[in-house]
């Protein structure tokens, strides 16, 4: 009786049609027996599979997700499941930081020849979920969200460098070397973005460092004019990831560097237009690089949960953190998607958590760290948290890649390398 009575999990399987497929059916053929827990949903390669799919899969009720590809080397479409194997590494992660435990997402290889390896990993796979038992996700509001130290600011006296950034602003404008300048400006509560287009709105600029508000994400609307504008190191390699991408222009910009506190990596003086100051360069010293996410990634899987459940559910779905970003520019994004649709606009925590994992996965390999998606939260919520974690990842996955350092480097998932092996991966 207690036998009949036992958990038996939902498994969502992704087999390409090649090889993992054709190994399903020689199992069938074969009789070869394996759990009829898997739903088999059958795509043309592994390259195919979006991690999104895996996230969406559990967020419909999946309490497992399997991927299975072509063996590497062996991929009928040459290099679809390298490209797989390179993005379903940090989705995993992000998964696992979220609070899934990482026995409920799986990649692997089976070949068209391979039915017993097909059962074998099915029958391994669902055994492991069975004995996790369904996912809980109730969230716990009293869990604090981690800080990390901040660094102390690069520019701790601005006022020197007011004067020269309002007659640099001026001398451009008047000569016509640009058509105008992008900076900030004090306003009623804070700062806000100035666009002056004469020396007399250039009076107003303010080189406050310490502004969240990443001008860079106003560039791509002030395409065919020449801009000047004030950047940190984290935006300047935002910009970076912009001209790589082909969104910018580099010969329509004019960059005038500040030091700041926000952003990982020093960029070379050469990068820069003109300099207010010393050169902008990181200064995080003797600090952790992730310090409140390392916190987070050594508390147990169901705080994790409880923690993150708790902060999505608080979550207004206004996108803010999207429109903030320089980085977010598509014309129509996959959260408002009609066809297909991808998730509902019920406001709810499940669709809310969704979207933040979307738009976290997305930002892999392209966020610099400039924070201000989490300054335009109205509900507080450490989103931020969230992009330094798929850094962190995509760094120590992918030799130490830095974002935005080198717009001619290849971004992470449009490259990838065969003799790659990730253990997170299920398989050496």
């Not at 994400?217 to 000047?228: C, Q, W």
Request: aromatic share 8%; net charge neutral.
């Amino acid at each position: 009786m207690a036998e009949s009575r036992r958990f038996e999990p939902r498994i969502v399987g992704f087999l390409c049609n090649w090889c993992s497929y054709a190994g399903a059916d020689l199992a069938g053929t074969s009789r070869t027996a394996y759990p009829p827990n898997i739903r088999i949903v059958r795509v043309p390669c592994s390259g195919r599979v979006d991690p999104l799919f895996v996230a969406r899969s559990l967020h419909e009720g999946a309490d497992g997700v399997l991927v299975l590809g072509c063996h590497p080397g062996d991929c009928h479409y040459s290099d679809g499941n390298y490209h797989a194997r390179r993005r379903f590494a940090v989705m995993r992660e992000l998964l696992v930081f979220l609070g899934v435990e990482p026995e409920r997402v799986r990649l692997d290889w089976v070949s068209a020849s391979e039915g017993a390896r097909f059962a074998r990993v099915v029958g391994e796979f669902t055994d492991a979920v069975r004995s996790l038992g369904p996912p809980h996700f109730e969230a716990d509001h009293s869990i604090a969200i981690p800080t990390a130290p901040a660094p102390p600011p690069l520019v701790a006296d601005t006022a020197p460098l007011t004067a020269e950034l309002r007659a640099l602003a001026a001398r451009l404008l008047t000569e016509k070397d640009v058509d105008l300048v992008l900076g900030w400006e004090k306003g009623t509560v804070g700062y806000r973005p100035l666009f002056a287009r004469t020396a007399e709105q250039a009076a107003r600029l303010e080189p406050d460092a310490r502004v969240a508000l990443n001008l860079v994400t106003y560039l791509r609307g002030l395409a065919g004019r020449r801009v000047a504008i004030v950047v940190r190191p984290a935006d300047r390699r935002a910009l970076n990831v912009l001209l790589h991408e082909g969104q910018v222009k580099r010969e329509d910009v004019f960059l005038i560097g500040v030091g700041a506190d926000s952003g990982r990596g020093p960029l070379p003086a050469s990068d820069y237009d003109a300099l207010l100051g010393r050169t902008p360069e990181s200064i995080d010293g003797e600090l952790p690089p992730f310090p409140a996410v390392e916190e987070i990634e050594a508390w147990p899987a169901p705080k994790r949960a409880a923690f993150w459940h708790a902060q999505f559910e608080s979550c207004l779905r206004c996108y803010a953190c999207r429109q903030a970003c320089p980085l977010c520019y598509c014309k129509e994004c996959m959260a408002e998607q009609l066809d297909p649709a991808w998730q509902s606009i019920a406001i709810e925590a499940g669709e809310k958590a969704f979207f933040h994992v979307l738009r976290a996965f997305h930002q892999a390999g392209r966020c610099t760290g400039c924070k201000a998606c989490q300054d335009a939260c109205p509900a507080g919520i450490p989103i931020g948290l969230l992009n330094q974690k798929v850094a962190k990842d995509v760094a120590r996955l992918f030799g130490g890649y830095d974002t935005g350092l080198d717009p001619g480097k290849p971004l992470p998932f449009t490259t990838f390398r065969k003799d790659e092996a990730f253990t997170e991966c299920g398989h050496e």
